[in-house]
């Protein structure tokens, strides 16, 4: 069983739904972003409020 198959949803029908696999991609990498920039900022001294 390849890694694309395993990360696949399958409904309760048994077909997968390409288009929503993508869509929830995107949605998981858009949070994953956010918290990496929000860590980010909290942590580099360039964005320190003390530091302005």
């Given at each position: 069983?390849?890694?694309?198959?395993?990360?696949?949803?399958?409904?309760?029908?048994g077909?997968?739904?390409?288009?929503?696999?993508?869509?929830?991609?995107f949605?998981?990498?858009?949070?994953?972003?956010a918290?990496?920039?929000?860590?980010?900022?909290?942590?580099?001294?360039?964005?320190?409020?003390?530091?302005?």
């Open positions: 069983m390849n890694l694309l198959n395993l990360l696949q949803r399958v409904t309760y029908t077909k997968k739904i390409l288009y929503i696999d993508g869509l929830r991609f949605a998981v990498v858009s949070v994953f972003i918290h990496f920039f929000d860590y980010y900022i909290d942590n580099n001294p360039a964005f320190n409020e003390k530091s302005i």
